[in-house]
Nanobody
Framework: QVQLVESGGGLVQAGGSLRLSCAAS????????VGWFRQSPGNERDFVAA????????WYADSVKGRFTISRDNAKNLVLLQMNSLKPEDTAVYYC???????????????????WGQGTQVTVSS
């Protein structure tokens, strides 16, 4: 069992930056494919970014490509999401998720992930 805790959310002006962290406990996160998702009120939970176990491969939603960077530090059991050039439409609760499946198959589907954090709120003002 993996417990995930997100942090780093907050209020930022448009054009600003935030760095979200996903810390794991209970077992090492290095065995898991990890993704970030986000959900705003009235909307479904959407894929944001994903990273392979060793960190050598990453995937991004088109809406964040070029602005967000996902990375991981397996020695520290951390996955990070650096968010730059933030826009009001990035406002959402951001969730970290990990899955047992090591492959990148359907990495964009939230139902493919086994473990979830509680989420951290990101609010971008215009």
């Amino acid at each position: 069992q993996v417990q995930l805790v997100e942090s780093g959310g907050g209020l930022v002006q448009a054009g600003g930056s935030l760095r979200l962290s996903c810390a794991a406990s209970g077992r090492t996160l290095s065995n898991n494919f990890v993704g970030w998702f986000r959900q705003s009120p009235g909307n479904e939970r959407d894929f944001v970014a994903a990273i392979s176990r060793a960190g050598g491969s990453t995937w991004y939603a088109d809406s964040v490509k070029g602005r967000f960077t996902i990375s991981r530090d397996n020695a520290k059991n951390l996955v990070l999401l650096q968010m730059n050039s933030l826009k009001p439409e990035d406002t959402a609760v951001y969730y970290c998720a990990a899955r047992v499946d090591w492959s990148n198959t359907y990495y964009y589907e939230d139902r493919r992930y086994n473990y979830w954090g509680q989420g951290t709120q990101v609010t971008v003002s215009s």
